[in-house]
């Protein structure tokens, strides 16, 4: 008797101890997934305090004598003759009108750099749809100057001595006095997203970078896909069962899923740029490259997916009289879907994020303008945020943020389309 | 099913589109590469000439000057890029590299300089050094005492360089090895510095003296002996690699007041509200003073012309003249907003004209 209770004691003592332990698992657990989240918290909330100024612009309203003498044209100059004056001149005089008495050339030049140089050509452009406006006087919204924005959003300290300041003192009364007439006006920054690439902060946009990303994934997508969920169909169910050569392949995929990406940028400019010729820079290119470095992620998810599918569905199926082809495109495939599209949204993820193979092949560019297909010189938006970290302007330390925000809401867009798909293909038995 | 036949689809377009480009042999916009420290100025020159000409704009990759140069210099087929820029002249190697591909006519066209600045916070004191203080601060070797002997750089602060320097701690973030301004910053500040001692300057024109004898593999070996003596910066951490972005250098500088930064000037000139530039043999960094010539560490940047693609790709003269036009590379131009140095008036009247009639360049000449 007595050594029986003797038994259960050690027991329960063990027992406590067994609670301990657990409790200390769970608390390391949570810890960990406590310390992951601040992680990410602090990178978003530091990524979006720096970021939202940019959604913002200041736009300066100027009265533009519209004179034609003075830059050459009338009413019925012919379109070419309209778009070719200098419109810069009458943004000038404009200038000049509102803030007399500026004689110093270095004065005459700061004048000038409270509006953006976009200012011309969007004059020029408003002027060619309608050359009646020529000769009256017209107000129009200016992007202004990104010195002017920064100082606007409170990035300068006005507090500060004269020459610790890009914005020294006849320049802040210029701004009061825009100021005090109304005349400057934070906005929602269209620009931001509607235009292409530009040195000038405040005309630089993302709209260049997105499409070239959207093109980009849209050639990674239907190539790696089918190529890949093909391939992993075929080494699954398909392929003779210890043969040396699918037991190298096997391996070699493998090692491919682990080489790094600026290897597949060398590969894509030998093989595809220096053999096919495709045009450098352009998304076609650099899809390719995406598709070979995704292409082993997508296999080996695919296969895990396909494995995982109970034998019993083919056997039963088989058991039916369908032939193998029937059984595994009727019956596994479908059943593999979800696991297979979510191998498939991580390797579009990881390309989606790459920039040192493009570098190889021409995508780490300054392109001003929105690509329009596939063989247009293109960048993506990776590059952009790296390009835009890179520039010296202060202006784009803010919209470097606000491009990392964009590339966020892209994939979160991605892998919400993606749970979208599994949850339709999610299938129980 | 379904999945598989759209995918089988999507394959078979996405088969028919790899095999078009092969066609695409002409091309509607200029292909430009090169120099990371010219990139700034070419973009927005390119921007310019994209919205006043109503056509495309000009791609421009950022490939490094030797880079540039590489697929510049591979061939003259259209799929070559038509211009590059560089932080320096084009080598002779590379100009033969040129002629040997095919690529025989090319136009140098100088657009100014940049200074390369070293600058520390807007709180700490003023460093006024001079190019022998750098080297002597951030050489892997320095000569010792003895004529002739090179020893590890033994020194920790400033004073120890110089004792009219602060006693801080010798600090230096500046760019990596694959940096043109690294290249730049070793040769002139560095070698600049070097040169001073008398028995290394024997080693450079005993260098010459042995070309001119027709003693090739002693020469060799002599500028060998030079360059690593000058170029080679110290690996203890006193120099610290801080990357090829100069934002973050100025980051980091504000926040570390005993460290120095080397960048170029715009950097400098964008962010004088937190970092000032040091004086180098006297001479304050100044636009003025890069400009004429007596702030010591400043290059001359280029690009270079492929006069075969002229007429080939649309757009290429048009280019060229609003690179070279007042309003862009001039005293009051919109690059010397973003910090290039402008060129005298003459010179660049001088070279304007010859980038017009697209005069090629002959090194043999010079």
């Known amino acids: 008797m007595s050594k029986q209770y003797k038994n259960t004691d050690t027991i329960r003592a063990g027992l406590k101890k067994r609670y301990a332990r657990e409790k200390r698992f769970q608390f390391f657990g949570i810890a960990s997934i406590f310390i992951s989240f601040l992680f990410l918290l602090v990178l978003l909330v530091n990524i979006f305090s720096q970021g939202y100024p940019a959604f913002q612009q200041t736009y300066v309203k100027l009265d533009v004598k519209l004179d034609g003498s003075v830059i050459g044209v009338s009413k019925d100059s012919s379109p070419e003759e309209l778009f070719k004056a200098s419109y810069g001149k009458l943004i000038k005089n404009t200038l000049k009108e509102m803030f007399p008495g500026v004689k110093d050339r270095k004065k005459k030049r700061a004048l000038k750099q409270l509006v953006s140089k976009s200012a011309a050509y969007d004059l020029r452009d408003k002027i060619i749809e309608n050359p009646a406006l020529l000769g009256t006087t017209q107000s129009f919204w200016f992007l202004a100057k990104d010195d002017v924005d920064v100082f606007m959003k409170g990035d300068i300290d006005r507090t500060l001595p004269e020459a610790d300041r890009r914005i020294k003192d006849f320049q802040l009364k210029w701004i009061d006095k825009l100021l005090a007439e109304n005349r400057l006006e934070k906005r929602f920054n269209t620009t931001f997203f509607t235009a292409g690439d530009s040195r000038e902060p405040e005309q630089a946009g993302i709209k260049g970078a997105l499409i070239g990303s959207l093109l980009t994934m849209l050639v990674t997508m239907a190539l790696s896909f089918p190529i890949g969920v093909l391939a992993a169909i075929y080494l699954e169910e398909f392929a003779p069962q210890n043969n040396r050569w699918v037991d190298i392949i096997e391996i070699n995929i493998n090692n491919l899923a682990a080489v790094p990406s600026i290897v597949f940028g060398l590969l894509g400019l030998a093989v595809f740029i220096g053999f096919f010729g495709v045009p450098r820079s352009a998304p076609l290119v650099g899809g390719l490259v995406l598709t070979l470095m995704t292409l082993p992620t997508i296999i080996i998810a695919s296969r895990a997916a396909i494995k995982s599918v109970p034998p019993s569905i083919r056997e039963a199926a088989l058991g039916l009289g369908a032939s193998k082809v029937q059984t595994t495109f009727g019956h596994v495939v479908p059943l593999a879907m979800p696991g297979i599209l979510t191998g498939t949204i991580i390797g579009m993820a990881q390309a989606l994020g790459e920039t040192a193979p493009l570098l190889m092949i021409g995508m780490v560019a300054f392109v001003a303008d929105v690509p329009q297909g596939i063989l247009d010189p293109s960048t993506v938006m990776p590059v952009q945020i790296y390009l835009w970290s890179d520039s010296p302007e202060r202006a784009f330390t803010e919209r470097t943020s606000a491009a990392i925000m964009v590339l966020i809401a892209f994939l979160v867009v991605m892998n919400f389309i993606a749970v979208l798909l599994r949850k339709k293909f999610e299938r129980k038995w | ?366």
């Open chain 2, 1 to 366: 099913m379904k999945t598989i036949k759209l995918s089988l689809m999507a394959m078979s377009i996405a088969t028919v589109l790899t095999t078009v480009p092969a066609s695409a042999a002409s091309r509607d916009h200029i292909n430009i590469v090169g120099s990371s420290t010219v990139y700034p100025f070419a973009t927005v020159v390119a921007e310019t000439y994209g919205n006043k000409s109503g056509k495309k704009t000009p791609k421009i990759e950022s490939t490094g000057s030797g880079g540039g140069m590489k697929l510049f210099c591979a061939g003259a087929g259209i799929d070559t890029p038509d211009i590059t820029n560089a932080s320096r002249r084009i080598k002779m190697s590379e100009f033969k590299k040129c002629q040997k591909n095919g690529v025989k006519d090319i136009v140098e066209v100088q657009i100014g300089f940049d200074g390369i600045a070293i600058a520390n916070a807007k709180s700490a004191p003023e460093f006024k050094l001079t190019r022998k203080d750098i080297f002597m601060a951030l050489a892997k070797e320095v000569p010792g005492k003895e004529a002739g002997k090179l020893i590890a750089n033994p020194y920790k602060t400033w004073k120890d360089v110089n004792p009219s320097l602060p006693a801080t701690k010798i600090e230096v973030l500046g760019p990596p090895p694959t940096s043109g301004t690294r290249d730049a910053f070793a040769e002139l500040a560095l070698e600049g510095g070097c040169k001073k001692f008398d028995w290394i300057k024997q080693i450079k024109s005993d260098s010459k003296a042995a070309k001119k004898a027709g003693d090739k593999a002693k020469a060799k070996e002599l500028k060998h002996k030079y360059k690593a003596i000058c170029h080679t910066i110290r690996e203890d951490g006193a120099y610290v690699e801080a990357g090829e972005n100069d934002n973050l250098i100025v980051e980091k500088l504000t926040k570390n007041p005993n460290a120095l930064g080397v960048f170029g000037f715009s950097f400098l000139d964008q962010n004088s509200d937190k970092v000032k530039g040091a004086s180098v043999d006297g001479v304050a960094v100044t636009f003025d003073t890069v400009a004429d010539g007596s702030y010591p560490v400043s290059r001359p940047l280029f690009f270079y012309v492929k006069k075969a693609h002229v007429g080939k790709v649309p757009g290429i003269k048009e280019f060229v003249a609003e690179f070279t036009n007042e309003e862009a590379w001039g005293d009051e131009g919109y690059l010397t907003d973003k910090g290039l140095i402008p060129l005298s008036e003459e010179k660049r009247k001088e070279i304007a004209k010859n980038a017009k009639d697209l005069v090629p360049l002959d090194l043999k000449a010079e």
